[in-house]
């Protein structure tokens, strides 16, 4: 098991404050040049700047955005935020170098903060930033802009085609099967599993009982039709998994769902008989209130929209085909639902709201941790000898093992592997395998159609002979930011692997992944 140095949560009024209210910092040799990260001590403690993330270039203006770390004297954890900057470029081409002038910090961000600490903690940074020698060679500044080009058109490489969208009007339980039914014995029986599903389906002799908690259907053909099992063979019912860990329905209302399989990606919206609709935004907007699913109507336009992984459809009925509406090219109704409604949690998905703006912000906060140096590496294990195959969008320049339910890279001779969001290397695709503290920036150019997409969102900040510290963002638990709002999946369907062993890969739809303020999606 890896050591992880727990982070203490304590308050940043101290640091914040103390910071900006501190003689000048120690000064670093205009011979540094723009190196990162970039340290400000002051007698309170360590102000620690990460490589900058440019977001934008027009004109002459540079925008981007780093990962900020403070450190009070009296802490050995640092306390990670963002910062933003926007600043003039000007270019020498003569001497090929680039400065950064006028340098300004609109917004900074920190767990915990007030408006009041982050306001000072910007005017510090405003402060002492051009203390810095912010010159660069061109080439350097023109590499560093073709690779964020590659990321972010990568990152606009989401696919937002609709699933199969099934609207009911009964109780209804959706079954994702990845792809056609595969069967694998269950040890010490006579019984047989789907193993591409993550609902128990047993086959005993000619029968399919799928589990639901404490009950049990029962179906001749996996694609139905399926009823409530009255009499469940005894190896059947030993499989009954712990009531904390079951997919249970039926157990409400006790009316058992309509089952439905899918073998195709699919989204299930089951409304409790013909819809009841309300108003949610005066004579503009209606949405539906006896289903747990968000189905809104545009009374000006009569289409009705659904709400899907954080992305908007509309169809002008239920039987229509669906069309992805962007989250900035919504009616200006849905702008103005009410905050403290019910449905107030669906302005985190309408572009331009204030919820929309600080749910993309907290996505640009890194989740952070000291990792030591000596910890154990995973245990990396393959369906046969180690397979890799070539990521799209790279130039040949990174491979991927395809036979491992791990993220499993090789870069110039090396191997990397991203577990539980850290970042592990190694001479060998079987390991051993040790904390890495340089992760090559190929690995960053990864594009959302590979399985593995979400790696490119952990990072290694900086480095101590005895721990490293290593952060990721929201992105690595499939979290995304697209445009003006976050979106949960690539869209993209993952082939999985299929040897000896099943290797799923993660999914957009199927589960009826939804927002939550308070815990995410």
């Known amino acids: 098991m890896k050591?992880?140095?727990k982070k203490t949560a304590f308050c940043l009024i101290f640091p914040l404050v103390a910071l900006m209210m501190a003689p000048p910092a120690s000064p670093q040799s205009a011979d540094d040049g723009l190196e990162w990260p970039r340290q400000i001590i002051v007698p309170q403690g360590k102000v620690v700047i990460y490589q900058?993330?440019?977001?934008?270039?027009?004109?002459?203006?540079?925008?981007?955005?780093?990962?900020?770390?403070?450190?009070?004297?009296?802490?050995?954890?640092?306390?990670?935020?963002?910062?933003?900057?926007?600043?003039?470029?000007?270019?020498?081409?003569?001497?090929?170098?680039?400065?950064?002038?006028?340098?300004?910090v609109p917004r900074v961000r920190f767990p915990e903060a007030t408006p009041e600490q982050e306001?000072?903690?910007?005017?510090?940074?405003?402060?002492?930033?051009?203390?810095?020698?912010?010159t660069i060679s061109l080439d350097r500044f023109l590499a560093t802009l073709e690779l964020v080009e590659k990321e972010q058109a990568a990152a606009q490489n989401f696919k937002h085609d609709p699933p199969k969208i099934m609207i009911v009007k009964n109780p209804a339980v959706l079954i994702i099967i990845d792809g056609e039914p595969?069967?694998?014995?269950?040890?010490?029986?006579?019984?047989?599993?789907?193993?591409?599903?993550?609902?128990?389906?047993?086959?005993?002799?000619?029968?399919?009982?799928?589990?639901?908690?404490?009950?049990?259907?029962?179906?001749?053909?996996?694609?139905?039709?399926?009823?409530?099992?009255?009499?469940?063979?005894?190896?059947?019912?030993?499989?009954?998994?712990?009531?904390?860990?079951?997919?249970?329905?039926?157990?409400e209302d006790k009316r058992m769902p309509q089952?439905?399989?899918?073998?195709?990606?699919?989204?299930?919206?089951?409304?409790?008989?013909?819809?009841?609709?309300?108003?949610?935004?005066?004579?503009?907007?209606?949405?539906?209130?006896?289903?747990?699913?968000?189905?809104?109507?545009?009374?000006?336009?009569?289409?009705?929209?659904?709400?899907?992984?954080?992305?908007?459809?509309?169809?002008?009925?239920?039987?229509?085909?669906?069309?992805?509406?962007a989250a900035d090219e919504l009616p200006e109704s849905f702008a103005k639902i009410p905050e403290d409604s019910e449905n107030g949690h669906l302005l985190v998905h309408v572009g331009g709201t204030e919820q929309a703006k600080e749910a993309v912000l907290n996505a640009q906060i890194p989740q952070t941790s000291a990792i030591k140096r000596d910890s154990e590496g995973p245990k990396v294990e393959y369906d046969g000898e180690p397979k890799f195959e070539n990521v799209e969008g790279t130039s040949g320049k990174v491979e991927y093992?395809?036979?491992?339910?791990?993220?499993?890279?090789?870069?110039?001779?090396?191997?990397?592997?991203?577990?539980?969001?850290?970042?592990?290397?190694?001479?060998?695709?079987?390991?051993?395998?040790?904390?890495?503290?340089?992760?090559?920036?190929?690995?960053?150019?990864?594009?959302?159609?590979?399985?593995?997409?979400?790696?490119?969102?952990?990072?290694?900040?900086?480095?101590?002979?005895?721990?490293?510290?290593?952060?990721?963002y929201p992105g690595y638990m499939g979290s995304y930011i697209y445009g003006p709002v976050i979106v949960y999946g690539t869209g993209w369907w993952y082939r999985p692997w299929w040897g000896v062993h099943y290797y799923p890969y993660h999914y957009t739809w199927g589960f009826h992944v939804r927002w939550n303020p308070w815990y995410g999606w």
């Open 3 to 5: 050591a992880l140095i």
């Open 52 to 104: 900058p993330q440019p977001e934008s270039f027009e004109g002459n203006i540079l925008e981007s955005r780093a990962a900020v770390s403070v450190t009070p004297k009296d802490k050995t954890e640092p306390v990670f935020g963002a910062v933003w900057f926007k600043a003039r470029v000007e270019t020498d081409r003569n001497a090929r170098t680039v400065s950064f002038l006028d340098v300004k």
């Open 119 to 134: 306001k000072k903690f910007i005017d510090f940074l405003e402060k002492e930033i051009p203390k810095w020698e912010l």
């Open 182 to 251: 595969r069967l694998e014995e269950i040890t010490n029986t006579k019984l047989e599993r789907v193993i591409n599903t993550p609902y128990l389906i047993v086959l005993h002799k000619k029968t399919y009982y799928l589990n639901g908690g404490q009950v049990w259907m029962e179906a001749s053909d996996i694609m139905g039709p399926w009823k409530e099992a009255k009499k469940v063979p005894k190896d059947v019912k030993k499989l009954t998994p712990p009531e904390d860990e079951a997919e249970t329905f039926g157990e």
């Open 259 to 325: 089952i439905i399989i899918s073998t195709d990606p699919a989204e299930l919206l089951a409304i409790d008989g013909e819809p009841d609709y309300k108003p949610i935004v005066g004579n503009e907007l209606l949405y539906v209130t006896n289903t747990e699913s968000n189905i809104l109507m545009e009374i000006e336009s009569q289409q009705y929209f659904i709400l899907l992984s954080g992305r908007w459809y509309a169809s002008k009925s239920f039987d229509s085909p669906w069309t992805y509406v």
């Open 401 to 472: 093992a395809v036979n491992t339910p791990n993220s499993v890279f090789k870069v110039k001779g090396k191997h990397y592997c991203c577990y539980e969001a850290v970042w592990y290397v190694s001479n060998s695709a079987k390991g051993p395998w040790e904390v890495c503290d340089d992760v090559p920036d190929e690995i960053y150019t990864i594009p959302p159609d590979n399985p593995h997409y979400n790696v490119k969102y952990v990072y290694v900040y900086e480095t101590t002979p005895d721990v490293v510290y290593v952060g990721y």
